[in-house]
T-cell receptor, first 116, second 116 residues
Framework: GAVVSQHPSRVICKSGTSVKIECRSL??????MFWYRQFPKQSLMLMAT?????????EQGVEKDKFLINHASLTLSTLTVTSAHPEDSSFYIC????????????FGNGTRLTVT | AQSVTQPDIHITVSEGASLELRCNYS??????LFWYVQSPGQGLQLLLK??????LVQGIKGFEAEFKRSQSSFNLRKPSVHWSDAAEYFC??????????????FGKGTKLSVKP
């Protein structure tokens, strides 16, 4: 079945550095991918909708200059957390749906980011 | 490995009929539990969540869910379905290990179709 691969699954970085998270649809093309963040003991928060070949649509309150999203191909979207700070430590998860039709939504396994 | 199972891939109900979407989780202790809905082209929307306390949880749009520890279930219900409820529904589990938060785990989703 269709799979969404998210990499890395865990990353620890120092404050001030940048971290890139990849979300790949392994056997299907996805025009749209979604990026979410989960705060401790909270539900998911939609950060942005990533559209292939165009700018991402960010949700209100999400800093687009801090959370850079690039959807350069139909199978890859990346989220880069720039100049990370400890408060950016969180669980980030992507989801993708096959382009066209009413295909299921698939989730990556998530990335746990820890900023020290 | 921890998992969330939604046994029904696709359910069709008549408008005005009652609805129950099943969700089972595998985890020794009680995790945090969520139900999300995704309409076409939209991101996930939280319907309701269970952390502790009353096992019958009320959510938005007239949905409710009941946590049953003995059955490791967290089924979503609605007494009377509206055509606008047609969407994809995801159950998710957030386990805790000795006070540390694990990763959010999603079921594969149940697609709900509503007949007029």
């Amino acid at each position: 079945g269709a799979v969404v691969s998210q990499h890395p699954s865990r990353v620890i970085c120092k404050s001030g550095t940048s971290v890139k998270i990849e979300c790949r649809s392994l056997d299907f093309q996805a025009t749209t991918m979604f990026w979410y963040r989960q705060f401790p003991k909270q539900s998911l928060m939609l950060m942005a909708t990533s559209n292939e070949g165009s700018k991402a649509t960010y949700e209100q309150g999400v800093e687009k200059d801090k959370f850079l999203i690039n959807h350069a191909s139909l199978t890859l979207s990346t989220l880069t957390v720039t100049s990370a700070h400890p408060e950016d430590s969180s669980f980030y998860i992507c989801s993708a749906r096959r382009t066209g039709g009413n295909s299921p939504l698939h989730f990556g396994n998530g990335t746990r980011l820890t900023v020290t | 490995a921890q998992s969330v199972t939604q046994p029904d891939i696709h359910i069709t109900v008549s408008e005005g009929a009652s609805l129950e979407l099943r969700c089972n989780y595998s985890y020794g202790a009680t995790p945090y539990l969520f139900w999300y809905v995704q309409s076409p082209g939209q991101g996930l929307q939280l319907l309701l969540k269970y952390f502790s306390g009353d096992t019958l949880v009320q959510g938005i749009k007239g949905f409710e869910a009941e946590f049953k520890r003995s059955q490791s279930s967290f089924n979503l219900r609605k007494p009377s379905v509206h055509w606008s409820d047609a969407a994809e529904y995801f159950c998710a589990s957030l386990p805790y290990y000795g006070g540390s938060q694990g990763n959010l785990i999603f079921g594969k989703g149940t697609k709900l179709s509503v007949k007029p």
